[in-house]
């Protein structure tokens, strides 16, 4: 695993194709709710504020698989939150931000719910690459942060809007702790691993 860190935003436009590819391909809050380049901008403003915070992670230098993991309190300031939604608006289609936020009219965040645990591993973003898709890219991704979890006696936690990726993170050791069914008739499925020892 890879910290992808100093990169330009070419590159981070690429990676957000990728993900725009992966959650488009899937029914879920992108797909119902946003077109490819909507997607791409959402992607690109989110992943650029990880990869100013040196969360963004990939599988290897060929870059198969990628994910955004850090521990509570060690993920984007609510400032750069907040500056996050400017952009949305700034650089997304009126329409596609209309329908993003009435996709989630309904979803409580996922950190909610364990708001009073002292600690905890949060799984933030997670996308395969579609042309390594079925090749394990998935159990190396959770790997680290799994690693982490269990070192520290830690759960971790991530939420999920496709039924398909909640089979795959079930198939890697996670529950479901909640399955939350949204107003626009979307599942949001809050998953949690329990530490195990090592």
């Not at 996670?174 to 599942?187: F, P, R």
Request: hydrophobic share 40%; aromatic share 12%; proline share 1%.
């Amino acid at each position: 695993m890879i910290v992808l860190k100093d990169i330009d935003d070419r590159h981070i436009r690429e990676i957000a194709g990728a993900f725009a590819d992966s959650f488009l391909a899937e029914e879920g809050v992108v797909s119902w709710s946003l077109d490819y380049d909507d997607a791409v901008q959402y992607f690109y403003h989110t992943l650029k504020e990880f990869v100013r915070c040196g969360r963004l992670f990939a599988t290897s230098e060929q870059e198969e698989g990628f994910i955004v993991w850090y521990r509570k309190g060690h993920g984007l300031p609510w400032y750069r939150e907040l500056l996050l939604t400017v952009k949305y608006m700034m650089y997304m289609s009126l329409e596609g931000v209309q329908k993003m936020i009435l996709s989630r009219n309904g979803w409580t965040d996922y950190t909610m719910s364990h708001q009073f645990d002292r600690d905890y591993v949060d799984v933030c973003l997670v996308c395969v690459r579609r042309e390594y898709q079925h090749q394990g890219i998935l159990k190396q991704l959770l790997q680290q942060p799994f690693q982490e979890a269990d070192e520290n006696g830690l759960i971790t936690i991530l939420d999920t809007d496709a039924g398909i990726k909640m089979k795959k993170y079930e198939h890697e050791g996670m529950q479901v702790e909640k399955d939350a069914v949204l107003k626009s008739g979307i599942h949001m499925y809050t998953m949690i691993r329990r530490e195990r020892k090592i």
